[in-house]
Structure formats: structure tokens, C-alpha cells
């Protein structure tokens, strides 16, 4: 049983549309995660949260919103889609900070805005 | 800034030959490091820990920290066809874990 599920699993949007990438986490952690995942720039950080109704820049935030309206949903919001922000999203949660906490990822969302 | 560096890019190995691959950083007073492993369209899982210089095992991978030179090993012992992936280290950073590249490894029959 999944502890950290993503939806959608792929999806095809167009540029300068809304995209809203949802992830759920039944592993009651308090922090909750997004990553995106590119060739050449490897994971990288966008936003998280460590309580509900909270979130945080992450290194690259520029381009996207996130939502954390409970513990255990955290959504990452593309007000308006580029080209360049075709990638695999990756969603995760912890129990406790990221640089000390274990970190446990769902399986990803593909996006590709056309 | 934290930097995580990977090598090699890829690797291939026989089934049952050792796989050794190596991650350096940057922050010489890091004290978490992890390796993850990602099959093809698939998450990320954990495949060990490790918080102080030396070894640590979990089942058939090895990490091997050494923090003077900046390096964090992983050694997988006897590597079955369903070990070919890519190995993520991530090391603690200024916000969460910071990732390398990754290293691609293909373990052949």
C-alpha cells in the first residue's frame, strides 16, 4: 500500500494553461515535499511545508504555488505553464526536516506542456 | 551552497561482480547521507543511512563515509539484473536534502 500517492500520474497540458499536481500521504508526516526531476539538474527542491496551511520556498519556487490544506495533502500549483517546466514531479513527505529526516517519495508525475 | 557530484555517469556490471560508486560534496560538517535507488518511471527508495565515518550495511549495499575527503561511498555486493537503476546520494543541505545526478548502473547476466 502506497504511502505517498500523486495524481495525476502523467499529464499533457498547454503553455499558459493551469496545472494543479496533487500528492496524498498516509504516513502521517508532518513535512511534505516537491521535487522536480530533469535531465542534467537531477532533483531538485520547489516548495514544502511542515504544517498544514504553510509552505515554503524551495530553491527554484519561480513559476509555482503550493498548497498544504491539511496534514495530509500538499498540491503544486502552475498558475501558467512553460515549456521549461516540462518534468517529473516528485512528491514526498517526512517525519521530521528534510536534512534530517528519511524521506519517502511517491512515484511521480509526468508533465509535459506543449 | 552544498555540492553533490556523482561518478561514474553509468556503470556495467555481470551479475554477482561488486558495483562501487562514489558521491562527493562540498560541507565538510554534513552529517546525513543518504542513498536512494529509482527504477525506471518509478520513485525514489532509501537504500541506506549513514551518520558518522565509516561503514554501514543494509542487506546487500555498503556505504562508506568519509568525511576528510569529502566522500560517500556505495558498494553493492553480488548486483542481480533487478538492480539495474539509477543511485541517487543526497546529502543534507541549506533547505532539506540536496541530490547529485546519479549514476546509472546496469547489471547484465
Known amino acids: 500500500e502506497a504511502a505517498v500517492t500523486q495524481s495525476p500520474r502523467s499529464k499533457v497540458a498547454v503553455t499558459g494553461g493551469k496545472v494543479t499536481l496533487s500528492c496524498h500521504q498516509t504516513n502521517n508526516h508532518d513535512y511534505m515535499y516537491w521535487y522536480r526531476q530533469d535531465t542534467g539538474h537531477g532533483l531538485r527542491l520547489i516548495h514544502y511545508s511542515y504544517v498544514a496551511d504553510s509552505t515554503e520556498k524551495g530553491d527554484i519556487p519561480d513559476g509555482y504555488k503550493a498548497s498544504r490544506p491539511s496534514q495530509e495533502n500538499f498540491s503544486l500549483i502552475l498558475e501558467l505553464a512553460s515549456l521549461s517546466q516540462t518534468a517529473v514531479y516528485f512528491c514526498?513527505?517526512?517525519?521530521?526536516?528534510?536534512?534530517?529526516?528519511?524521506?519517502?517519495f511517491g512515484e511521480g508525475s509526468k508533465l509535459t506542456v506543449l | 551552497q552544498q555540492k553533490v557530484q556523482q561518478s561514474p555517469e553509468s556503470l556495467t556490471v555481470s551479475e554477482g561482480a561488486m558495483a562501487s560508486l562514489n558521491c562527493t560534496f562540498s560541507?565538510?560538517?554534513?552529517?546525513?547521507f543518504r542513498w536512494y535507488r529509482q527504477h525506471s518511471g518509478k520513485g525514489l527508495e532509501v537504500l541506506v543511512s549513514i551518520f558518522s565515518d565509516g561503514e554501514k550495511e543494509e542487506g546487500s549495499f555498503t556505504a562508506h563515509l568519509n568525511r576528510a575527503s569529502l566522500h560517500v561511498f556505495l558498494h553493492i555486493r553480488e548486483p542481480q539484473p533487478s538492480d539495474s537503476a539509477l543511485y541517487l546520494c543526497?546529502?543534507?543541505?541549506?533547505?532539506?536534502?540536496?541530490f547529485g545526478l546519479g549514476t546509472r548502473v546496469s547489471v547484465f547476466p
Open positions: 514526498a513527505s517526512s517525519e521530521s526536516g528534510g536534512d534530517t529526516g528519511q524521506l519517502y
Open positions: 543526497a546529502v543534507p543541505g541549506a533547505q532539506g536534502l540536496t
Open positions: 560541507d565538510r560538517s554534513s552529517d546525513n
